[in-house]
């Protein structure tokens, strides 16, 4: 799958861009049936609320064939090829969970912020690939964006809370609000809505955040984050546990492509 000319100028000018019902009901059906059953495994890959509800689950693709299989399907890796490299792997994958009346909401942030003072990421050179697993609707939840704050860069110095060597939390390195005010007076504000099974590619530098979900439906978000392979962290010390930041940084192939001898573990 390629994007059209139009998509891409839109990516790069605005930051991002919807690609509606990019799967169809059937395939959404058997990723939600699978991030069920993921969500269900203890272990220090799941974020809860304060209250106990599940915030949010790291490296499915780990567990769960599912989505080992998404994050080589051509129709995200074509367009992430087209915008970013040819080389890329996957940097983090995770679903943000946002429960009906309940689901919490995400601070205004970079995602670039947070891997660089976790990971002394050194470049952007990465897209995030976000999928809906429900309908994403003014209602519940869904992120919203700053179109064109991609282009002023995530401004360097110490963030504004103490980054950890686990998850970080949007409130961590959150933006101030008079920040706020002043990029929103310049350019506005853009929710990504869709039907289930949308996909929104979207730039690591773009300030983006959500509410809290007060509908009657819920709201589930999967990210993969993929990283150009020559842009690999660097940590100062030890590197974060690898649900959190891939280890695996061979090359992906889309599943219609041959098997390559550099694409087998020694």
């Known amino acids: ?4 000319p139009g998509q891409v100028d839109a990516y790069q000018e605005r930051g991002f861009v919807v690609l ?4 169809d009901a059937e395939e959404v059906e058997s990723l939600r049936a699978a991030f069920t059953r993921d969500a269900r495994e203890p272990g220090p890959h799941r974020v809860l609320e304060d209250g106990g509800e599940l915030r949010a ?17 051509p129709r995200l890796l074509g367009p992430v090829r087209q915008l970013l490299c040819p080389d890329v792997y996957m940097y983090q994958f995770k679903i943000n969970s946002k429960p009906a009346f309940s689901g919490g909401g995400w601070s205004w942030h970079q995602d670039f912020a947070a891997w660089r003072a976790a990971d ?16 994403a609707t003014e209602h519940n939840g869904p992120v919203i964006f700053v179109p064109g704050s991609h282009r002023r860069g995530a401004p360097g110095g110490t963030p504004r809370g103490a980054v950890g060597a686990s998850h970080v939390d949007p409130d961590e390195i959150a933006l101030g609000r008079d920040e706020m005010r002043e990029l929103v007076a310049r350019h506005g504000m853009e929710s990504a809505k869709g039907p289930a099974g949308s996909v929104v590619l979207f730039h690591p530098e773009i300030v983006h955040g959500s509410a809290t979900n007060m509908s009657p ?7 993969a984050t993929y990283n150009d392979v020559r842009n690999q962290p660097s940590p100062a010390g030890a590197a974060r546990p690898d ?19 550099g694409d087998l573990i020694r």
């Not at 990421?121 to 429900?134: G, I, K, Q, T, V």
């Not at 439906?217 to 990210?223: D, E, G, K, M, S």
């Open 20 to 23: 509606r019902a990019l799967f």
């Open 217 to 223: 439906q819920p709201r589930r978000l999967l990210i």
């Open 243 to 261: 649900y959190l930041v891939g280890r695996d940084t061979r090359t992906l192939r889309a599943d219609d492509e041959p098997i390559t001898d």
């Open 57 to 73: 689950v790291y490296a499915s693709h780990q567990r769960r064939p599912e989505f080992a299989a998404l994050i080589r399907s």
């Open 120 to 135: 002394n990421l050194a470049e952007p050179r990465l897209l995030n690939a976000a999928l809906f697993l429900d309908d």
């Open 1 to 4: 799958m390629r994007l059209t």
